[in-house]
């Protein structure tokens, strides 16, 4: 076999990721995610959307400013708006890239863009030449190649190339095809299309049919060299192609394909634990890689054959990719330097002493419940601490539950609404319910619980429970975190939480593409 070629890992977590309802993500947290996608050292991190809203922009910008090695990317439509908008955002970059695309299937230049297909390839020959003012690493996108008649794609692609695209994507948006046919597509693609060798072709491959990762390696195996992929498979209806799938499949594999990856793969767990506390969107246990069961094993047979030798039954190392790799960093004799200084290596920033002083006195009150804490534990403090350290309409003081056998559970707590406490009191099918219907008889927001999650963030039994609320009401949706070791003071931090975001009280959660 010749010389493994380089796989690009494109990410597109806090782009394409976000759009699954209830994601989007405040501009501190693309950014936490963002360093952790460095440190797993990510090829190109396609940090948002920059003409979709002012906080965007800033977001992307900001990525821009602090992500050194990997390199930032912007979507844009192919307009001009969007072009230039993309432009400035990542002007800061060490290495920038514009993302630019249009729809070139029938049933979306007719019925969507309303646009001939001359008009379609005019429109995509200016935006590439026009992102190349801006940097000589210009990406384009056939939306819905799928879709899309073959000749009319090799018309596009050629006179891109010809503009100055570096990179060609080929994505199945609507998640259609299946892997002989994707593959077929893309090796027919890279030989029709003339200057094809001049570039990187890539595929986006979206999860409908539960193809996207099998695609997407099929891809790889006709000549694509770069994958677009998310952290747990995040994204708009059935997610998209898995990161950790696609890089531990090439890696696995290897004898069936001549790539590999720059990806340190001991960040992988790291990374889709931080993902999944931030967006809301817990990771099934039976996930692969990542999931908590991954490497788990429960029959007498397999655990035999694990004990006799690890390989029987497993294809892959646990601790490889991160798992048992988060040490015991901090505990409660711990001081504020070693604090300060775990934070930092977890890529939290903190911006000033009044906040360090604040999170670390929830360190303490945490360590006096908790003998261990790990760096799950800081990473959902310090997401606690992004809402709780502003002035929102809601807050939290105390609580009181009671639950007995044949008696209706009870929840007494203490609220500050608007800087003044009050005490509510509710019954409740649940304790969690009763603190849900309390903390209501004084909201009266009218929401719509649409998801209720629990999950423990270490193992043991003092693990810190992280709970989940989203809510709905009058068309938006927002998510409401809280952690604590008692699961019912978590749900009640997480509705509360909610409903400040409902309010507008905490920072807006960024608008994704639409």
């Given at each position: 076999?010749?010389?493994?070629?380089?796989?690009?890992?494109?990410?597109?977590?806090?782009?394409?990721?976000?759009?699954?309802?209830?994601?989007?993500?405040?501009?501190?947290?693309?950014?936490?995610?963002?360093?952790?996608?460095?440190?797993m050292?990510?090829?190109?991190?396609?940090?948002?959307?920059?003409?979709?809203?002012?906080?965007?922009?800033?977001?992307?910008?900001?990525?821009?400013?602090?992500?050194?090695?990997?390199?930032?990317?912007?979507?844009?439509?192919?307009?001009?708006?969007?072009?230039?908008?993309?432009?400035?955002?990542?002007?800061?970059?060490a290495?920038?890239?514009?993302?630019?695309?249009?729809?070139?299937?029938?049933?979306?230049?007719?019925?969507?863009?309303?646009?001939?297909?001359?008009?379609v390839?005019?429109?995509?020959?200016?935006?590439?030449?026009?992102?190349?003012?801006?940097?000589?690493?210009?990406?384009?996108?056939?939306?819905?190649?799928?879709?899309?008649?073959?000749?009319?794609?090799?018309?596009?692609f050629?006179?891109?190339?010809?503009?100055?695209a570096?990179?060609?994507?080929?994505?199945d948006?609507?998640?259609?095809?299946?892997?002989?046919?994707w593959?077929?597509?893309?090796?027919e693609l890279?030989?029709?299309?003339?200057?094809?060798?001049?570039?990187?072709?890539?595929?986006?491959?979206?999860?409908?049919?539960?193809?996207?990762?099998?695609n997407?390696?099929?891809?790889?195996?006709?000549?694509?060299?770069?994958?677009e992929?998310?952290?747990?498979?995040?994204g708009?209806?059935?997610?998209?192609?898995?990161?950790?799938?696609?890089?531990?499949?090439?890696?696995?594999?290897?004898?069936?394909?001549n790539?590999?990856?720059?990806l340190?793969?001991s960040?992988?767990?790291?990374?889709?634990?931080?993902?999944?506390?931030?967006?809301?969107?817990?990771?099934?246990?039976?996930?692969?890689?990542?999931?908590?069961?991954?490497?788990?094993?429960?029959?007498?047979?397999?655990?035999?054959?694990?004990?006799?030798?690890?390989?029987?039954?497993?294809?892959?190392?646990?601790?490889?990719v991160?798992?048992?790799?988060?040490?015991?960093?901090?505990?409660?004799?711990?001081?504020?330097?070693?604090?300060?200084t775990?934070?930092?290596?977890?890529?939290?920033?903190?911006?000033?002493?009044?906040?360090?002083?604040?999170?670390?006195?929830?360190?303490?009150?945490?360590?006096?419940?908790?003998?261990?804490?790990?760096?799950?534990?800081?990473?959902?403090?310090?997401?606690?601490?992004?809402?709780?350290?502003?002035?929102?309409?809601?807050?939290?003081?105390?609580?009181c539950?009671?639950s007995?056998?044949?008696e209706?559970?009870?929840?007494?707590?203490?609220?500050?609404v608007?800087?003044?406490?009050?005490?509510?009191?509710a019954?409740?099918?649940?304790?969690?319910?009763?603190?849900?219907?309390?903390?209501?008889?004084?909201?009266?927001?009218?929401?719509?619980?649409?998801?209720?999650?629990?999950?423990?963030?270490?193992?043991g039994?003092?693990?810190?429970?992280?709970?989940?609320?989203?809510?709905?009401?009058?068309?938006?949706?927002?998510?409401g975190?809280?952690?604590?070791?008692?699961?019912?003071?978590?749900s009640?931090?997480?509705?509360?939480?909610?409903?400040?975001?409902?309010?507008?009280?905490?920072?807006?959660?960024l608008?994704?593409?639409?």
């Amino acid at each position: 076999m010749s010389e493994k070629e380089t796989l690009i890992i494109f990410d597109t977590t806090l782009r394409d990721g976000e759009q699954s309802p209830g994601a989007s993500m405040t501009r501190e947290e693309k950014l936490r995610i963002a360093r952790q996608l460095e440190k797993m050292r990510v090829d190109v991190i396609e940090a948002g959307f920059a003409a979709a809203s002012p906080g965007d922009f800033e977001a992307v910008k900001g990525i821009a400013q602090t992500v050194r090695e990997s390199t930032v990317c912007s979507l844009a439509r192919a307009s001009e708006k969007d072009v230039r908008t993309a432009g400035e955002a990542i002007a800061p970059a060490a290495r920038g890239r514009i993302h630019t695309f249009i729809a070139t299937s029938p049933i979306h230049m007719e019925k969507k863009l309303r646009m001939t297909p001359d008009a379609v390839l005019e429109a995509a020959v200016a935006a590439v030449k026009l992102a190349r003012q801006f940097t000589d690493d210009v990406e384009f996108s056939a939306e819905d190649a799928v879709r899309s008649e073959t000749d009319f794609l090799c018309r596009i692609f050629e006179a891109v190339i010809a503009a100055g695209a570096s990179t060609i994507n080929v994505p199945d948006t609507v998640g259609y095809s299946l892997p002989e046919v994707w593959g077929a597509r893309i090796r027919e693609l890279i030989e029709r299309v003339k200057g094809a060798e001049r570039v990187i072709w890539s595929t986006h491959c979206h999860n409908d049919l539960g193809m996207a990762v099998a695609n997407s390696l099929a891809a790889v195996q006709a000549g694509a060299r770069q994958v677009e992929c998310t952290i747990n498979g995040l994204g708009e209806r059935a997610g998209n192609a898995s990161l950790e799938e696609i890089v531990m499949a090439v890696r696995t594999r290897a004898d069936l394909f001549n790539v590999t990856t720059r990806l340190d793969i001991s960040q992988i767990v790291p990374a889709s634990k931080l993902v999944s506390q931030i967006t809301g969107y817990p990771v099934q246990p039976n996930k692969a890689i990542v999931g908590a069961n991954a490497f788990a094993h429960e029959s007498g047979i397999h655990q035999d054959g694990v004990l006799k030798h690890r390989e029987t039954y497993e294809i892959m190392r646990a601790e490889d990719v991160g798992w048992g790799a988060n040490k015991l960093v901090l505990g409660k004799l711990s001081g504020r330097n070693a604090f300060r200084t775990r934070l930092e290596e977890l890529g939290i920033a903190i911006e000033s002493e009044a906040q360090l002083n604040q999170a670390f006195a929830r360190f303490k009150e945490l360590a006096d419940k908790k003998s261990e804490i790990f760096d799950e534990d800081l990473q959902a403090l310090m997401s606690d601490e992004e809402v709780t350290s502003i002035n929102e309409r809601f807050r939290f003081v105390a609580a009181c539950f009671h639950s007995e056998t044949g008696e209706p559970p009870r929840a007494e707590l203490t609220l500050s609404v608007d800087g003044k406490e009050t005490t509510c009191r509710a019954t409740g099918a649940g304790p969690v319910d009763a603190a849900f219907q309390a903390i209501e008889s004084v909201a009266n927001s009218g929401a719509k619980l649409l998801l209720y999650s629990v999950n423990a963030i270490t193992t043991g039994t003092d693990a810190q429970g992280e709970v989940t609320v989203r809510l709905s009401r009058d068309g938006k949706v927002t998510n409401g975190q809280g952690a604590d070791t008692d699961v019912i003071v978590a749900s009640a931090k997480a509705y509360v939480n909610a409903l400040n975001r409902l309010y507008g009280g905490v920072p807006n959660k960024l608008n994704p593409q639409v």
